[in-house]
T-cell receptor, first 109, second 112 residues
Framework: GQQVMQIPQYQHVQEGEDFTTYCNSS?????IQWYKQRPGGHPVFLIQ?????EVKKQKRLTFQFGEAKKNSSLHITATQTTDVGTYFC?????????FGKGTSLLVTP | EAGVVQSPRYKIIEKKQPVAFWCNPI?????LYWYLQNLGQGPELLIR????????DSQLPKDRFSAERLKGVDSTLKIQPAELGDSAVYLC??????????FGAGTRLSVL
């Protein structure tokens, strides 16, 4: 499977600021998944997006799947220190996509 | 419901020694994955099983790594002999078909 490009690789924000990470693929995906890994922990599933243009929300987290199903984003509104961790996109259910390198988020109070 | 169980949590060995990791997936999950995760990197797939069949082992270094899932449930990943560069976290995950992957806590391997 191919690996997606995730940007940024690192992000440091003040608590209360917003945060966005982007996941870009050169090929069309069947779907995409997002995972969060806390420092010292293991990846935990957050959400799966399937439909073109799909938008899903989980409290302060908003996930989007691009119209062409080649990119996705995760937006966190008003970050909290509990949001600290690395956010990964991938893989898709066709196993065509490996995990990206992730975006590491640091939130300072 | 119990999650994916991995053991040991930590392992320290000297180079050239063998080491084995064990994974018990979530009950009913027919797909099992072994990943390697280096510090600051995403999980890299080593091998994927569907039931007892290894359907994707293209990234498994077969000269020193081996894996088995004899009855389509538990799985073991072995390294023999271990090298310094094998120090990493080895993650096991399981899923029901091509669905959400649930990860175990991982085994942190240190090769000295």
């Amino acid at each position: 499977g191919q690996q997606v490009m995730q940007i940024p690789q690192y992000q440091h924000v003040q608590e209360g600021e917003d945060f966005t990470t982007y996941c870009n693929s050169s090929t069309t995906l069947s779907n995409i998944q997002w995972y969060k890994q806390r420092p010292g922990g293991h990846p935990v599933f957050l959400i799966q997006l399937v439909k073109s243009g799909e938008v899903k929300k989980q409290k302060r987290l908003t996930f989007q799947f691009g119209e062409a199903k080649k990119n996705s984003s995760l937006h966190i509104t008003a970050t909290q220190t509990t949001d600290v961790g690395t956010y990964f996109c991938g893989p898709d259910s066709g196993y065509a996509l490996n995990f990206g390198k992730g975006t590491s988020l640091l939130v300072t109070p | 419901e119990a999650g994916v169980v991995q053991s040991p949590r930590y392992k320290i060995i000297e180079k050239k020694q063998p080491v084995a990791f064990w994974c018990n997936p979530i009950s009913g999950h027919n797909t099992l994955y072994w990943y390697l995760q280096n510090l600051g990197q995403g999980p890299e797939l080593l091998i994927r099983y569907e039931n007892e069949e290894a359907v994707d082992d293209s990234q498994l270094p077969k000269d020193r790594f081996s894996a088995e899932r004899l009855k389509g449930v538990d799985s073991t990943l072995k390294i023999q002999p271990a090298e310094l560069g094998d120090s990493a976290v080895y993650l096991c995950a399981s899923s029901f078909g091509k669905n959400i992957q649930y990860f175990g806590a991982g085994t942190r391997l240190s090769v000295l």
